[in-house]
């Protein structure tokens, strides 16, 4: 596996690639790596001729300071994962320059809205600070494919309408969560829960299958009564927000109507780690 440490590097083997014609699936990351990222680079390794990955803890997608400063870190260990998968051609690890070169900010994007909804209310900036380091690590990889986590659903719409306003030739795919066997979808964020909290956590997706199990037999409003008391109930967590909304247009909704398709959005805090699940409703 070839590991790029700057953007000149990168771009000349890119280059290569591109004039032997191979197609090239991309997945960026944060790092930290785990299985639901090693299901990332399955699905690509299926798709494309070559598989590309980056690591990037991006400073400009977080709004508080103390979530970016605890984020997990350890090259040394992604690097080896990535090896022992055996299935990712080449990472990417660049300098803040490679993908800031004019400063650490953001650019402003308008979503449609859909940067709005939801993670928009709670993390302000964040979808700008996601849309900048995505929008030029596509730019510089140049892949054919790219591939998203589910877990994070409205990131993988927000970066759908980014290529599309954009223009970009890349096709975007989701990829369903991974989950721990505790059904507690996995995240770099889990590595910072006791074990106590990580079986507690598994409370987060039990829920959502209740929700699924309720969707279209009890009104919104009463599934939101009973969301909330199922997390009055859980010691050292606390409910951020429970959202049912339109899968397309990430709106709330609190009436369900024929021929929409829906899905559960969940944000809670365990102690202070921030943990993120969703679910589509049938
Ligand atoms: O989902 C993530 O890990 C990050 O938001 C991403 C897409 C790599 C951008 O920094």
């Known amino acids: 596996m070839k590991v790029f440490r700057s953007k000149k590097t990168l771009q000349d083997y890119i280059e290569r690639q591109k004039e032997m014609g191979k197609k090239i699936g991309f997945a960026p990351t944060m790092g930290s790596l785990h299985e639901g990222h090693l299901s990332l680079y399955t699905q690509a390794s299926k798709e494309n001729d070559l598989v590309i990955s980056s690591v990037f803890v991006n400073p400009t997608q977080f ?28 990472v990417y690890l660049p300098e803040i320059v490679d993908l800031y070169p004019d400063g650490l900010k953001s ?7 859909l940067e709005n909804e939801m993670e928009g209310k709670f993390r302000s900036g964040h979808f700008d600070g996601v849309g900048t380091v995505v929008e030029e690590l596509l730019l510089q990889v140049k892949p054919d494919n790219a591939y998203f986590g589910e877990k994070d659903y409205q990131q993988l719409l927000i970066i759908e309408k980014l290529t599309e306003k954009l223009k970009l030739p890349v096709k975007i795919h989701g990829v369903p ?3 721990e066997k505790s059904g507690l979808a996995m995240s770099s964020r889990n590595e910072r829960l006791t074990p106590e909290q990580r079986e507690s956590s598994k409370v987060i997706h039990e ?3 209740k929700v699924n199990d309720w969707f279209r037999i009890i009104t919104i409003p ?9 997390f009055d109930d859980q010691r050292g967590m606390m409910l951020e927000y429970f959202v049912i909304a339109d899968e397309k247009t990430l709106k709330e909704t609190d009436f369900f109507y024929k021929g929409h398709d829906y899905r559960a959005f969940i944000v809670v805090f365990v102690n202070d780690i921030r943990l993120i699940d969703n679910m589509h409703l049938d």
Do not use: H, Q
Request: no cysteine; aromatic share 10%.
């Open 63 to 90: 709004n508080n300071p103390s979530d970016l400063e605890k984020y997990p870190r350890d090259f040394n260990r992604d690097i080896k994962i990535l090896e022992k998968a055996g299935n990712v051609d080449a």
């Open 107 to 113: 650019k402003g994007y308008d979503f449609d809205g």
């Open 177 to 179: 969560i991974f989950r």
């Open 207 to 209: 829920t959502l299958i």
């Open 222 to 230: 009463e599934i939101n009564k009973r969301i909330k008391d199922i």
